[in-house]
């Protein structure tokens, strides 16, 4: 397949021997992100005739829902951890920048952002920089995955869910050979097949909403469920009745015991709010913990370009476009949906930012996955009753090791109510991840504290949109013209 062409710019400045040269690329349509949304979105702008660059900081294709080995070793039954492989298979052939770091959206008035992409192994040194300043720009950065902190949470073989998931798929390597995995959403059933799969013992699969909540939010309106979904769901629920792994709604894990490494947990039932029910608590032993609660999306680059979010997610129109001119953005960034409300966004993204307008067929499609993702928040949303699982020394931000107790202390003793003063003051958030991590929950536990702090949502406000080298940032200073 050939190479997309690229308009470029040359833009040169002195530096006392004839000036060195700066090359913008300017590409009709560029899409950061190849999940599944990015991949649909550079497709259609494609097919819609677009010059289109799609960059992704991974090492391949396909993002978390598409992990897969790498290319040089190839599975040979690769679709049997996958849902959608062959959907996946056809938007792949195309080309993809990969292991391209976009850390800053420059903005401009009238025109969108001049992104700023390091081309390269993260983990490695001479990493290539490479500037775009495209007509159109399309946003797909995925999420994050959120796991709630409990006592021990911190303690080695406690893993994310979706952390499991990725070295099962991607490596083929069993976290453990005694694992529970724990959290809310129907996530958690396709990563215990996962982990059936790579040869762990799945003990239990443990759900923190109830059935009276999990009922009414999957039964309503039985035909507007995409059909699909149900042949998913009895493939894993297949998976877990073969094996006898119990499936416990209104559960979850409290705590996780060890020294070196988890060896027990303690689970207890749930009532409506989340909140640990006295009396129903039991140690279970483990070698392996998978938690998660959900995700939210990964928006700094778009509060980097400058589009406005809410809860986090970016606020778009039906057609992806968000605040700013001529920037779209498309899959979790805009609210967490799944993998086909994602894909169907990006056809309607990467049309528009080609110029082009989806049909009446695609913004239908695009309708039905939306209200996919309404149940699965009205399933699976968080509910407040979590923090009874904490305890003052239970760590939340694990970079800089603040506890909830930390956060408490600081609320009372400064009397701030602004996100950016108790960041300061505790050093929450403030550690390696910048609160990719911890900093949805560290702001609602000091909107708690505080009793409504005045300017939440700054922890996706980050200056720097990925984590860059300060040798690297010095070379960008000389080459700015």
Same mark, same amino acid.
């Given at each position: 397949?050939?190479?997309?062409?690229?308009?470029?710019?040359?833009?040169?400045?002195?530096?006392?021997?004839?000036?060195? !040269?700066?090359? !913008?690329?300017?590409?009709?349509?560029?899409?950061?992100?190849?999940?599944?949304?990015?991949?649909?979105?550079?497709?259609?702008?494609?097919?819609?005739?677009?010059?289109?660059?799609?960059?992704?900081?991974?090492?391949?294709?396909?993002?978390?829902?598409?992990?897969?080995?790498?290319?040089?070793?190839?599975?040979?039954?690769?679709?049997?951890?996958?849902?959608?492989?062959?959907?996946?298979?056809?938007?792949?052939? %195309?080309?993809?920048?990969?292991?391209?770091?976009?850390?800053?959206?420059?903005?401009?008035?009238?025109?969108?952002?001049?992104?700023?992409?390091?081309?390269?192994?993260?983990?490695?040194?001479?990493?290539?920089?490479?500037?775009?300043?495209?007509?159109?720009?399309?946003?797909?950065?995925?999420?994050?995955?959120?796991?709630?902190?409990?006592?021990?949470?911190?303690?080695?073989?406690?893993?994310? &869910?979706?952390?499991? %998931? &990725?070295?099962?798929?991607?490596?083929?390597?069993?976290?453990?050979?005694?694992?529970?995995?724990?959290?809310?959403?129907?996530?958690?059933?396709?990563?215990?097949?996962?982990?059936?799969?790579?040869?762990?013992?799945?003990?239990?699969?443990?759900?923190?909403?109830?059935?009276?909540?999990?009922?009414? &939010?999957?039964?309503?309106?039985?035909?507007?469920?995409?059909?699909?979904?149900?042949?998913?769901?009895?493939?894993?629920?297949?998976?877990?009745?073969?094996?006898?792994?119990?499936?416990?709604?209104?559960?979850?894990?409290?705590?996780?015991?060890?020294?070196?490494?988890?060896?027990?947990?303690?689970?207890?039932?749930?009532?409506?709010?989340?909140?640990?029910?006295?009396?129903?608590?039991?140690?279970?032993?483990?070698?392996?913990?998978?938690?998660?609660?959900?995700?939210?999306?990964?928006?700094?680059?778009?509060?980097?370009?400058?589009?406005?979010?809410?809860?986090?997610?970016?606020?778009?129109?039906?057609?992806?476009?968000?605040?700013?001119?001529?920037?779209?953005?498309?899959?979790?960034?805009?609210?967490?949906?799944?993998?086909?409300?994602?894909?169907?966004?990006?056809?309607?993204?990467?049309?528009?930012?080609?110029?082009?307008?989806?049909? &009446?067929?695609?913004?239908?499609?695009?309708?039905?996955? #939306?209200?996919?993702?309404?149940?699965?928040?009205?399933?699976?949303?968080?509910?407040?009753?979590?923090?009874?699982?904490?305890?003052?020394?239970?760590?939340?931000?694990?970079?800089?090791?603040?506890?909830?107790?930390?956060?408490?202390?600081?609320?009372?003793?400064?009397?701030?109510?602004?996100?950016?003063?108790?960041?300061?003051?505790?050093?929450?958030?403030?550690?390696?991840?910048?609160?990719?991590?911890?900093?949805?929950?560290? #702001?609602?536990?000091?909107?708690?504290?505080?009793?409504?702090?005045?300017?939440?949502?700054?922890?996706?406000?980050?200056?720097?949109?990925?984590?860059?080298?300060?040798?690297?940032?010095?070379?960008?200073?000389?080459?700015?013209?």
């Amino acid at each position: 397949m050939s190479a997309p062409r690229r308009r470029r710019r040359h833009d040169r400045h002195g530096d006392g021997d004839g000036g060195a !040269v700066m090359t !913008v690329e300017t590409p009709d349509v560029l899409v950061v992100g190849a999940g599944p949304a990015g991949l649909a979105a550079a497709d259609a702008a494609r097919r819609a005739g677009a010059q289109v660059v799609l960059l992704d900081a991974a090492a391949d294709a396909g993002g978390q829902y598409w992990r897969h080995l790498p290319k040089e070793r190839p599975a040979a039954h690769e679709r049997v951890l996958h849902h959608g492989w062959d959907k996946f298979t056809a938007l792949r052939d %195309q080309e993809v920048l990969t292991d391209a770091q976009v850390w800053l959206a420059e903005r401009h008035d009238d025109r969108p952002p001049t992104l700023h992409v390091l081309v390269g192994a993260s983990d490695g040194n001479g990493r290539t920089p490479r500037t775009f300043a495209p007509k159109a720009l399309v946003l797909a950065t995925g999420a994050y995955e959120r796991t709630l902190p409990f006592p021990g949470w911190d303690l080695p073989g406690v893993f994310t &869910a979706g952390a499991a %998931q &990725a070295l099962a798929k991607a490596e083929r390597i069993a976290v453990g050979q005694r694992v529970i995995v724990a959290g809310a959403g129907p996530f958690l059933l396709p990563v215990a097949s996962s982990l059936i799969r790579t040869g762990s013992t799945v003990k239990a699969v443990l759900e923190a909403n109830g059935w009276s909540r999990l009922r009414k &939010a999957w039964t309503a309106r039985p035909t507007e469920l995409p059909r699909h979904k149900a042949g998913e769901l009895a493939g894993y629920l297949r998976d877990l009745a073969t094996r006898r792994i119990p499936y416990r709604a209104a559960t979850t894990i409290i705590a996780a015991h060890g020294t070196d490494r988890v060896t027990e947990v303690t689970t207890a039932r749930l009532d409506e709010q989340w909140a640990p029910i006295p009396g129903t608590e039991r140690r279970e032993q483990v070698d392996a913990v998978c938690v998660s609660h959900g995700f939210v999306p990964r928006s700094e680059l778009a509060v980097n370009a400058g589009c406005r979010t809410e809860n986090g997610a970016v606020i778009t129109d039906e057609n992806g476009l968000t605040s700013v001119p001529g920037v779209y953005a498309a899959g979790e960034i805009t609210g967490v949906g799944g993998a086909d409300l994602a894909l169907a966004e990006g056809v309607v993204a990467g049309l528009a930012a080609a110029g082009h307008h989806a049909t &009446a067929a695609q913004l239908r499609h695009k309708t039905v996955n #939306e209200k996919f993702a309404d149940r699965l928040e009205a399933a699976h949303g968080i509910k407040p009753g979590w923090t009874g699982w904490m305890t003052d020394d239970t760590i939340v931000c694990r970079c800089e090791e603040v506890t909830a107790g930390d956060l408490r202390a600081g609320a009372e003793a400064t009397g701030s109510r602004g996100l950016r003063s108790l960041k300061l003051s505790t050093r929450a958030g403030l550690g390696v991840c910048q609160g990719r991590t911890c900093g949805r929950t560290v #702001e609602e536990l000091l909107h708690r504290h505080t009793g409504g702090l005045l300017d939440p949502g700054r922890t996706e406000n980050r200056p720097l949109a990925a984590f860059v080298r300060m040798g690297e940032l010095a070379a960008a200073e000389k080459e700015t013209p």
